[in-house]
């Protein structure tokens, strides 16, 4: 059979949806495409995107999928090398255009090596990563992990934080080196479904506050206790908007100066517990934002990609099971050999000879 393409929406959603919604966790990424470009074209917004499946020579049900917008990495799912090779052809005949690809990373070599061939394109690899699922409940993790160790607290981001947010989500987008058109209005979009929230702790004592405390003066202790210190946000973690039961969490941010601190963890797990405790068959009630509020009363698992060049097993730190790899590559231009510099004639040597004798100081100069 081979692949199959369209730009109808509905037509993907009827041939590959069981597909994907089968792997939920492992298709988190194409699943949010497809969702989000649902949501364009509610908005009458055409992207030009392009969607296919798989299916196999047996005829069965499809086995493999792939979402394409123009401005953003080919997104593949499936695990057939094949595969992907034929997908390349399978573009290439359509005219499109791809900057690169996301996928497992095997899938994503094949794929690179046929689309390379075909394009006449360089291959560069942009990340690898791991993908971490969370579940309410499995039979070999029963319970969630452990609340976070890390002191502070966690709130939902409102309009009040929109510039913060901003310049956080931009600040995270130029040290990952990905492309984010416009911070402010992705901020707009997290709030309006509460897909941001804030990791908080104490401000910083000053020095004069600390040393009011102890002076034996009344009116200075009153001085030093007057108003509660507000908190100050440190870290941050947003997530896409349920699909399929799976909400994945798409960026995690710390402050530069607030790093190596646990923060980042303690939000993670804190997020994850709230999403899975508020939402899952044995929901309980508990401190923490209310997530059933938020509209992920349907969530059943929580999925996280990290970026595997880190030391540590960040995801699988804070309870979570790795369930994949995916490798991001990006193409370019193609290069040839360095051209060849124009002979020139040998430049003059300069004079050499023996150094100039300095004259000999007498004993009335008064060396030092």
């Known amino acids: 059979m081979g692949w ?21 966790a492992e298709n988190t990424l194409l699943l949010s495409a497809a969702q989000d470009a649902q949501r364009q074209q509610a908005q009458q917004q055409s992207p030009g995107m392009l969607f296919g499946w798989w299916t196999p020579p047996d005829g069965e049900d499809p086995r493999g999928a792939f979402v394409h917008d123009p401005a953003a990495p080919l997104l593949i799912s499936g695990r057939v090398p094949e595969m992907a090779a034929a997908l390349a052809a399978t573009l290439a005949k359509l005219g499109r ?16 090596a046929a689309w390379s061939q075909r394009a006449g394109m360089t291959v560069r690899a942009h990340r690898t990563c791991r993908v971490y699922r969370l579940a309410a409940s499995s039979p070999d993790r029963p319970e969630l992990p452990g609340p976070p160790c890390a002191p502070g607290r966690l709130r939902i981001a409102t309009t009040a934080d929109h510039a913060t947010l901003a310049d956080w989500l931009r600040a995270a987008a130029i040290e990952a080196a990905e492309r984010l058109p416009s911070p402010s209005d992705v901020a707009s979009d997290l709030l309006s479904y509460g897909g941001a929230f804030l990791w908080e702790v104490p401000p910083k004592s ?35 908007r349920p699909v399929a039961g799976i909400v994945r969490i798409s960026m995690i941010y710390t402050l530069p100066d607030r790093r190596r601190s646990g923060y980042a963890a303690a939000a993670t797990q804190a997020v994850s517990r709230a999403l899975l405790r508020d939402s899952g068959p044995n929901s309980e009630s508990g401190s923490g934002p209310d997530m059933g509020m938020l509209g992920h009363d349907c969530v059943r698992e929580v999925v996280m990609i990290t ?3 880190r030391s540590d097993h960040w995801g699988g730190r804070v309870g979570y099971q790795q ?5 991001v590559l990006r193409f370019g231009p193609a290069t040839g050999a360095i051209p060849r510099v124009n002979s020139t004639n040998s430049m003059p040597r300069l004079p050499t000879g023996p150094l100039p004798r300095l004259p000999r100081i007498g004993r009335g100069t008064g060396r030092l």
């Open 307 to 309: 970026d595997k060049n």
């Open 323 to 327: 369930i994949s790899e995916r490798a």
């Open 206 to 240: 000053g020095r004069i506050r600390e040393v009011a405390h102890y002076l034996a003066i009344p009116h200075h202790r009153d001085m030093a206790q007057f108003g509660e210190p507000v908190p100050q946000p440190v870290a941050l973690v947003t997530l896409t």
């Open 97 to 112: 255009q791809v900057r690169g690809v996301d996928a497992p990373t095997e899938v994503a070599d094949a794929f690179a």
């Open 4 to 24: 199959s393409a369209t730009s109808d929406l509905d037509r993907f959603a009827a041939a590959a949806g069981g597909y994907l919604r089968s792997r939920a």
